[in-house]
């Protein structure tokens, strides 16, 4: 059974840093796509950065220039650099794994921004 934890998550300051680690579990053939998504209290989720198989990189434009999302595949996990962040970039943030056969979710890990 696959399994995806993210970690990393925080309260931090404006201008400050933090990085996101999801590590996966369990066996994940055929991946298409993996990614971040974040959802703020009363809005929908929205992706944050996408990282394809070949290695394309795709961020939202609240986020371009200031995170980047990369992966370790020997430590099965993905990870998302967050810089210069903002109030605006609190929510919970999900990683996701799109493959041939199914979709997995993380449990989701809380960023907190203060100014």
């Known amino acids: 059974q696959v399994q995806l934890v993210e970690s990393g998550g925080g309260l931090v300051q404006a201008g400050g840093s933090l990085r996101l680690s999801c590590a996966a579990s369990?066996?994940?053939?055929?991946?298409?796509?993996m990614g971040w998504y974040r959802q703020a209290p009363g809005k929908q989720r929205e992706l944050v950065a996408h990282?394809?198989?070949?290695?394309?990189?795709n961020y939202a434009d609240s986020v371009k220039g200031r995170f980047t999302v990369f992966r370790n595949n020997a430590k099965n996990t993905m990870y998302l650099q967050m810089d210069s962040l903002k109030p605006e970039d609190t929510a919970d943030y999900y990683c996701?794994?799109?493959?041939?056969?199914?979709?997995?979710w993380g449990q989701g890990t809380q960023v907190t921004v203060s100014s």
């Open positions: 369990g066996s994940i053939s055929s991946i298409i796509v």
């Open positions: 990282i394809f198989s070949g290695g394309r990189t």
């Open positions: 996701n794994v799109d493959s041939a056969r199914e979709t997995y």
